[in-house]
Structures are given as C-alpha cells and as structure tokens.
T-cell receptor
Framework: DQQVKQNSPSLSVQEGRISILNCDYT??????FLWYKKYPAEGPTFLIS?????DKNEDGRFTVFLNKSAKHLSLHIVPSQPGDSAVYFC????????????FGTGTSLTVIP | ETGVTQSPTHLIKTRGQQVTLRCSSQ?????VSWYQQALGQGPQFIFQ???????GRGNFPPRFSGLQFPNYSSELNVNALELDDSALYLC??????????????FGPGTRLTVL
C-alpha cells in the first residue's frame, strides 16, 4: 500500500529552467511533508519541509507547494543547475504516528548543461 | 557539528546468518529511525528509538530488532537473513520535541548483500 507516490521516475530539464517534481499522497492524516535529495552512494539529504498549515514554503531556489484538497505537493527548483541532478524523494508523516515517515519511490532529475 | 555516521559501509552475509548494523546520531539529536531501501524503491520505515525504547514500528517481522544506547547511538539487528533483506539500510536521527514532527537527517547507509 503505497501511501506516497511519485509517478514520474525521471525528469530532464535544461540548465536555468524550472524543474517541477510532483508527489501525491493518499492519507489525509499526513500533516508534515519533506523533500530529500539523494546522490549515489550517499544518504538522503534534507532539502525543504512544509507543514499542513501552510500551502507554500520557500528556501532559496527551492519552493514546495502543498494542495491539501488534492493531496498533492510539488517541489520547484528555479533556476535548475547541473549540481541539482540527483534522485528526489518526497516523504510524509502524520503527527499521531510517532514520526514515522512514508517515502515515495523517487524521481531522478537530470539537469542538462 | 558531527553528522549521522553508519558502519559498516558494505556487508556481505549468507542466508540464515545474523547481522548487526550501527549508527551514531547527529550531535544534539535524541531519536534514531531505521529505514530499508530496496533497489528502485523509496526508504521504508523499520522502527524508531527514543529514550532507549522503541517508539513506532513499520511492517517488518520480529527478526528485525534494535537498540538505542544512552549516548543515542543505535544498532539494527537482523536474524535469520533472507535474500530479500538485501538492501541499503539507512539510519536517520532527529531531535524529538513533544507535539511536533521532527525533520530527520540521514546517514550514508549500509549496503547489505545476502547470498
């Protein structure tokens, strides 16, 4: 039962353009969401988070949008840089489940110079 | 500030054996979570330890067990290894505060291969 889904296994974007990575979830109890970036042979690196009381959170080139009614969140990277090429995971948690995070299967982003 | 470290980096075992993986949490963190990441999948939650006690468990059998020590480091033990246990095992640490959801910071992982 995949409660967090990333339906695009891969995405290619030209350097300088916007990258948009999408994530859908099924559990309406989820109230905290994170994005992680993962390079090969490394653990996931925390990028940005959003609480369900917000619909947008911005940190530099990274912005996460949350649409609770659609159970959808997205990560925007502007402008995209070659160093952003990695696998991106979204994760979700419900505050009543003791910080158990559910992860999507990841989207591999390639930024073309 | 010291990040999350895990040992060993790689490990090869045979079916039926037992394995212990280790994790040192990030400085200032009091909670450790363990995840299993199979090839092509996202990390799957195994369990979490807070104040040396299990604080939540995912859908994993009892042969997956853990410990947290007073210095907040942790071990993951897997008994009776099966071929499907081959995966990347990730440890994540966080600082738990009552009433909040905590951002988890991951170590580099241990790659376990079961033959």
């Amino acid at each position: 039962d995949q409660q967090v889904k990333q339906n695009s296994p891969s995405l290619s974007v030209q350097e300088g353009r916007i990258s948009i990575l999408n994530c859908d979830y099924t559990n309406s109890m989820f109230d905290y969401f994170l994005w992680y970036k993962k390079y090969p042979a490394e653990g996931p690196t925390f990028l940005i988070s959003i609480s369900s009381i917000k619909d947008k959170n911005e940190d530099g080139r990274f912005t996460v949008f949350l649409n609770k009614s659609a159970k959808h969140l997205s990560l925007h990277i502007v402008p995209s840089q070659p160093g952003d090429s990695a696998v991106y995971f979204c994760a979700a948690s419900a505050s009543n489940t003791g910080n158990q995070f559910y992860f999507g299967t990841g989207t591999s982003l390639t930024v073309i110079p | 500030e010291t990040g999350v470290t895990q040992s060993p980096t790689h490990l090869i075992k045979t079916r039926g054996q037992q394995v212990t993986l280790r994790c040192s949490s990030q400085s200032g963190h009091n909670t450790v979570s363990w995840y299993q990441q199979a090839l092509g999948q996202g990390p799957q939650f195994i369990f979490q330890y807070y104040r040396e006690e299990e604080n939540g468990r995912g859908n994993f059998p009892p042969r997956f067990s853990g410990l947290q020590f007073p210095n907040y480091s942790s071990e993951l033990n897997v008994n009776a290894l099966e071929l499907d246990d081959s995966a990347l095992y990730l440890c994540a640490s966080s600082y738990h505060r009552a009433g909040s959801t905590d951002t988890q910071y991951f170590g580099p992982g241990t790659r376990l291969t079961v033959l």
